[in-house]
């Protein structure tokens, strides 16, 4: 019995980020995840005891898989030899995330998390951001990326990506070419680098 509880603890968390993505989380009424995993409406209370708690799951996990995909981009050959070569591997990050979890990605990038956020949660988004403008913060004393506050900067070169991603909804990143998956990751290089005389 007890090796099943993970089990469908997991599938209600999958069940609730695919309908926040489709109708938000505001838009999201507890019976619906349980008829999308296939429970009654009383299985998901032995889990998770409100809509919160189960919206801060979901939103913990797939913060947890995004951390994860980033960690394993940014490590990928070795120290990053340039400021370049590291926001490409944050770029292949979010791509491959974005790619594998489309659903998890909406959720987390399109909509607005601060009504049901518990303090965890908030600390794990912290922990992204803080990743990214620590990125931002040693790209411009290396005089690769503009000056500018770090958060905000952050915050357009993610907004591009998002609005990538909400452009090919429909079809995936995956439809998209290396090709002009490059030329979209050059385009949002573009908005942080430091150009001379700039």
Sequence with gaps: MTSRKPDL???LIDSAIALFAERTYEGTQMPAVAQLAGVGVGSIYRYFPSKEALGNAAFQHAKRELLDQ???ALAEGGPAGSTREEFGRFWRGFTRYAGE????FVFLEHQQHDTFLAPESQALAAEIDALAADFIARGQQAGEIRDGDAGQLV????GAF???VKLH???????????????AEEAVW???????GA
Aim: charged letters at 20%; hydrophobic letters at 50%.
């Design 190 to 196: 573009d908005l942080l680098h430091h150009t001379a």
């Design 169 to 183: 909804r429909t079809d995936g990143l995956a439809g998209l070419s290396a090709e002009a998956l490059g030329r």
């Design 101 to 104: 979890h489309p659903a998890a």
């Design 155 to 158: 915050a357009l070169a993610v």
């Design 70 to 72: 980033l960690a394993e």
């Design 9 to 11: 603890a997991r599938l």
């Design 162 to 164: 998002t609005g990538l």
